[in-house]
């Protein structure tokens, strides 16, 4: 069983109650984790704040940017543990866990310990009349919000777990995790790794996991809260931006997607296999992915063709097998649903691989690599997430109509463009209204890049000085000069 982290005190929850973690790929309960009430709530939140109100922590930035040194090498110890824990709660196929869901996202903890003391959490303005008619000198300070409660989902459950608390704690704030009800290790391992390798303070870093989701509800709406900061579905990131109004709550939502890959008719199509099929890597349960391939019509058949071979040689099974990119998805709720979504896309569209569970696997909540090809852009198929590997393939006229197609939802996540023409890609990468894009599968994802979501893909941005910023409050002081 792994424990709570309250008040710097590794534990069990109230009445010592438990839940069990689900194994995807075998549906068998590898253990328990604790199943925090609010009173196990009401105490994380109060350590935060008194950690924040009565400590040092917000103001000593050397000593912050130290006890993450010493988070990174902490995690760098773990990583087999962690990697472990990836594939068993979550069903990540292990081959994954080397790239973003583990090894090289830790890269992060180092940006976020540099920035901790470099961040210019001071400046003065130049001189300038004030409105007022008399002159002044203008300091703007740019100080930690508060008490941040991270709320994270299971997909990649220990990437957003370290990108929330390791970017909180750098910015001076204090903060209570809490993982989704689905992948609760992946946050009790960080805080364990908190408690056993750093000299992070006392009450700075909670995690409380819960089997009842809205325990995330009561922390959303707890007034010592200062900053909701939320990675998971855009239906409930809309409950938290409700919830979060009743005290004026910050919130920075990083949501869903429906993201578009657009091939252009110069682009070198029969090399794009690993591109088209890469939304099913971890089973298609990435925001990210781009579920929508848009294809130009000169060139579709041939499209399709690449598509659908990549779609047939693809690995599905257990995750541990270190040739499998497509494990389970979460659970069995998440597997009817895609199977619900797949069948709509049976009467709206036509299939050309999968669309079902693989029939050699009767255990784990499977589904098989699914490709859909002549998409109406208004299909269901290709206005919702998914969340599933399922890839639907749009023909469109010109690039003009791409454009259209692809701005066509209600997301704004991400989408890539392929072309042998870098200066046209990049023309069109200006007219996609979305948070990120790549050209010719070049990755965006790094400790310093801004990530987040036009539209209703969120509020905000995560990583880069820019999701720094998301944590510290704006203070303008005026002095005589
Ligand atoms: P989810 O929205 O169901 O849950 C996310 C978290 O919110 C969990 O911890 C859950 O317990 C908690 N929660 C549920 N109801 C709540 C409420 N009313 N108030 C407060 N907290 C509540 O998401 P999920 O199913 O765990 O994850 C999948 C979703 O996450 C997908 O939509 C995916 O696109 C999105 N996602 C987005 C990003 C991004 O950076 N944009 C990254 C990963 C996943």
């Known amino acids: 069983m792994t424990g709570l982290l309250i008040d710097g005190v590794l534990r069990g929850a109230a009445d010592d109650r438990t839940y069990p973690n689900i194994n995807p790929a075998t549906e068998q309960s590898i253990g328990t984790a604790p199943d925090?009430?609010?009173?196990?709530?009401?105490?994380?939140?109060?350590?935060?704040?008194?950690?924040?109100?009565?400590?040092?922590?917000?103001?000593?930035?050397?000593?912050?940017?130290?006890?993450?040194?010493?988070?990174?090498?902490?995690?760098?110890?773990?990583?087999?543990?962690?990697?472990?824990?990836?594939?068993?709660?979550?069903?990540?196929?292990?081959?994954?866990?080397?790239?973003?869901?583990?090894?090289?996202?830790?890269?992060?903890?180092?940006?976020?310990?540099?920035?901790?003391?470099?961040?210019?959490?001071?400046?003065?303005?130049?001189?300038?009349?004030?409105?007022?008619?008399?002159?002044?000198?203008?300091?703007?300070?740019?100080?930690?919000?508060?008490?941040?409660?991270a709320i994270t989902p299971w997909n990649y459950p220990l990437a957003c777990n370290i990108f929330k608390v390791s970017a909180a704690l750098a910015a001076g704030c204090t903060v209570v995790l809490k993982p989704a009800p689905d992948t609760p290790w992946s946050g009790a391992e960080l805080g364990r790794v908190i408690v056993e390798h750093t000299d992070i303070p006392a009450g700075v870093a909670n995690v409380v996991t819960a089997a009842d989701p809205l325990l995330g509800e009561a922390l959303v709406r707890d007034p010592r809260v200062d900053l909701v900061h939320f990675t998971g579905s855009t239906q409930v990131g809309k409950q938290i931006m409700v919830s979060a109004a009743d005290a004026v709550t910050r919130v920075c939502l990083e949501l869903g997607g429906k993201s578009a890959n657009i091939v252009l008719d110069d682009a070198d199509i029969p090399s794009l296999g690993a591109a088209f099929a890469g939304v099913c890597a971890h089973a298609g349960q990435g925001c990210a992915l781009t579920t929508r391939l848009l294809l130009p019509r000169s060139r579709y058949d041939e499209g399709i063709a690449v598509a659908q071979a990549a779609f047939e040689a693809l690995k599905c099974g257990d995750p541990s097998d270190p040739e499998v990119v497509v494990g389970p998805v979460i659970n069995a709720r998440q597997r009817a649903r895609i199977l619900d979504l797949i069948g709509q896309g049976k009467q709206e569209a036509r299939i050309l691989v999968g669309g079902g569970t693989p029939q050699a696997l009767t255990t784990g909540y499977y589904v098989e690599p699914t490709l859909f090809c002549d998409v109406d852009p208004d299909a269901v198929i290709a206005q919702q997430e998914i969340f599933g590997p399922v890839l639907a393939v749009i023909p469109y006229d010109d690039v003009d109509h791409a454009v259209q197609i692809a701005n066509n939802s209600i997301y704004g996540l991400s989408a890539a463009v392929h072309s042998g023409d870098l200066e046209r890609a990049m023309t069109l990468a200006r007219r996609i209204r979305t948070g990120t894009v790549s050209v010719n599968g070049a990755v965006w994802l790094a400790a310093d890049t801004p990530f987040g979501g036009y539209k209703q893909s969120g509020l905000g941005r995560e990583l880069g000085v820019e999701g720094f910023a998301e944590f510290l409050e704006t203070k303008s002081v005026a002095l005589p000069g």
């Open 36 to 149: 925090a009430d609010r009173a196990d709530l009401d105490a994380a939140v109060g350590a935060a704040r008194r950690a924040f109100d009565h400590t040092e922590w917000s103001r000593d930035h050397e000593f912050r940017a130290h006890c993450l040194r010493q988070l990174r090498n902490g995690l760098e110890a773990e990583k087999d543990r962690l990697r472990d824990v990836l594939v068993r709660e979550a069903g990540v196929p292990v081959a994954l866990t080397y790239s973003i869901w583990l090894d090289t996202i830790l890269d992060a903890v180092s940006y976020w310990a540099d920035l901790a003391v470099s961040y210019p959490y001071q400046t003065e303005l130049a001189a300038r009349e004030t409105l007022a008619g008399a002159a002044a000198r203008r300091m703007v300070l740019h100080e930690p919000i508060g008490v941040v409660a």
